[in-house]
């Protein structure tokens, strides 16, 4: 016989918790176990030894040191054998019930036939259900193999308080002692069960508490904290300010409102109202729920228009006018926010500020403003004087007295510009040319510019005009830019300087016809150059600076050809003679192509020969970064 074949004991395994299911493998098979547990316990037929003998009392000795009483009593009670007697009575009891499962099975039979138990076995359950652990806890019950009910399963109905949520702590005590009654616990329970149940901040003061040993205690210092309750001004605000969220159902919405209400009086006729009320919607619509006479009805009302509700909004139309009641209702909060965003980026059409709107405006009485000179009068920006005496004068903002500038006309208008020797090109800037009116059309051009950090530029366009410097005309090739490259309006570069002779004296300067006057030491900076030759090689991490200059004339000389043929010869020597080879790998046609063109190109010329072995090492296509494909050898061994 094994244990499966035992009815009772069958569905025990199959349903009491693993733990201690895991006490009776240890009992049986002297190791905590696996996943297999049950499997093995169910067929187990018995131990091969009898009572008494020398394997009996080692195995009696062994699970004695290893299994506490608690342990013993729980595998008892899994497999329905009395618990009484000490420690070693009841391995005694186990391993002689366990070496005959017959007899464990006719005990079985006749406990069950019995009617009741006598007062002796009832004290002694009682005894037994006092050791309460983390793991088991075991109720007081006339029957000691009725199944236990364990913590997880009464903590499932208690509802946990933490101090913090809406619910009164006379309303949670008053729940808390239904349960505990119902299950008929002690106090000692009701103390273990009662800490347990306790979360947040009323777990925090309970454990700052000392001397709580008892469930009376525990329940009279909650109520001394906690036992504070709002007046009905509150709790009518804070129901009359709940509304229903867009993740909430109705009938969660319904019951959190109901547990809002039993922190006070509030009869069910308010909590039916305040419901409604809170719900986001027409009246038209909400119609329905009104006229209940008590919960019950009102609930049955709620899950009708709920169901009504949702088959309306699956046939409304997507972007219809009928949702702005349900997408407008939470963002009411948040219009004085809106409007105060709105408002901040008004500008005035009068006098041009933001935040304000003309017909407020508070400099309406100085008249119309002019928006190029920003004074109020009479005039508006298109009439304004200042603007015709400036047109022909462009001002450079960034020009300082250390800087040397001269004014140049081109087709009349007058541009403030630098002269600057450094510069091999004349340069304007883009929104200065726009201004120049008639003039020949821009040229592309491949020429870059260069400046300070090595930066380059490539120019807009050029353009060859006449430009007048000191009432004299020179012919000059002029390079467009963009207005963020360069920070003057325009720039005299060396093509036109080397077209006159070129008078510095202090902070003056003279443009003449060529003369054999002497020039003067010019302080200018170099602006930009262009790049014409080959950019210097960086070399100054070369501390020697013979090892320098070698690097550099290697550099300069240097002239990769392709070499077809050498005369070297090379020989590799081999430790074995297995063949060196790999599989081919299989490419798709197109790059089978590429393939075999650089096979034939490298045929051509002779760098590779042609071979009739029977190795050969796989090929590989590596993408370069103009997009085409490398032809790589893989000699790699596997």
């Known amino acids: 016989m094994k244990l499966i074949d035992i009815p009772e004991l069958k569905a025990a395994i199959a349903s009491e918790r693993t733990s201690k299911i895991r006490c009776l493998h240890k009992l049986l098979f002297d190791f905590d176990g696996d996943r297999q547990n049950r499997s093995r316990i169910r067929e187990f037929s018995g131990f091969d030894f009898q009572p008494n003998d020398k394997d009996f009392n080692e195995k009696a000795k062994l699970i004695e040191e290893k299994l506490s009483l608690n342990e013993l009593i729980t595998i008892s009670n899994l497999l329905l054998i009395n618990n009484e007697g000490t420690k070693k009575e009841i391995v005694l009891r186990l391993l002689t019930y366990l070496c005959d499962l017959d007899t464990l099975n006719q005990n079985i039979i006749r406990e069950n036939d019995s009617g009741s138990h006598s007062e002796n076995e009832n004290e002694q359950n009682r005894k037994s259900y006092e050791n309460l652990s983390e793991e088991s806890v075991q109720l007081s019950v006339h029957n000691v193999y009725q199944p236990n009910i364990s913590f997880n399963v009464i903590e499932s109905i208690i509802m946990p308080f933490d101090g913090d949520s809406h619910q009164s702590i006379e309303k949670w005590i008053e729940l808390f002692e239904d349960v505990v009654n119902m299950f008929n616990l002690s106090d000692l329970h009701k103390l273990v069960f009662g800490k347990r149940s306790l979360k947040g901040k009323a777990k925090l003061y309970i454990q700052s508490e000392t001397g709580v040993n008892s469930w009376g205690k525990l329940k009279n210092l909650l109520l001394s904290e906690f036992g504070y309750s709002c007046n009905s001004a509150e709790l009518h605000g804070m129901l009359s300010k709940r509304k229903l969220k867009d993740d909430e159902s109705l009938e969660e919405y319904f019951l959190k409102m109901k547990q809002l209400c039993n922190r006070g009086n509030v009869e069910d006729a308010a909590l039916m109202h305040y419901v409604i009320n809170g719900i986001p919607d027409s009246v038209f ?26 088959d309306y909004d699956k046939a409304k139309p997507k972007f219809g006018n009928e949702t702005k009641d349900r997408i407008e209702a939470p963002k009411i909060e948040n219009k004085d926010k809106f409007k105060d965003t709105k408002l901040n980026n008004i500008r005035c059409f009068n006098c041009g500020a933001l935040g304000h709107k003309s017909s407020v405006c508070e400099n309406k009485i100085k008249g119309i403003k002019c928006f190029k000179c920003n004074k109020f009068g009479d005039h508006l920006a298109k009439d304004c004087t200042i603007k015709k005496e400036h047109s022909n004068v462009t001002v450079d903002k960034t020009s300082s007295e250390n800087l040397t500038t001269k004014i140049v006309r081109i087709n009349d208008l007058n541009i403030v510009s630098l002269i600057d020797t450094g510069s091999q090109k004349t340069l304007i800037r883009k929104s200065i040319f726009d201004k120049i009116g008639k003039i020949s059309e821009l040229e592309q051009s491949n020429i870059k510019l260069s400046g300070l950090g090595n930066t380059s530029v490539k120019p807009l366009g050029i353009f060859k005009t006449k430009i ?21 309006d325009f720039i ?7 077209q006159c002779t070129l008078i510095v004296s202090g902070k003056e300067i003279k443009f003449t016809k060529p003369s054999d006057n002497s020039l003067s030491d010019s302080f200018l900076i170099n602006v930009a150059e262009v790049m014409t030759h080959e950019q210097e090689i960086d070399l100054t991490h070369i501390q020697n600076k013979a090892h320098q200059e070698k690097v550099r004339n290697l550099l300069r000389n240097y002239k990769p050809n392709k070499t077809k043929k050498i005369d070297v010869k090379m020989n590799i020597r081999l430790t074995s003679d297995i063949p060196i080879n790999s599989s081919p790998r299989r490419f798709p046609i197109i790059e089978k192509e590429i393939i075999n063109e650089q096979i034939e190109q490298w045929l051509k010329d002779k760098i590779i020969p042609p071979s009739t072995s029977e190795y050969s090492s796989p090929v590989v296509l590596v993408k370069k970064k103009d997009g085409s494909s490398r032809l790589c050898i893989d000699y790699r061994i596997k």
């Open 285 to 310: 619509r909400k119609s329905i729920l009104y006229g209940c006479q008590n919960l019950s009805e009102f609930k049955q009302k709620l899950r009708v228009y709920e169901k009504m509700r949702s």
């Open 492 to 498: 005299v570069g060396c093509n036109v300087i080397n």
């Open 468 to 488: 007048i410097i000191n009432d004299l005309e020179f012919e000059s090739e002029i390079c467009v830019v963009s207005d963020s490259s360069l920070s003057f």
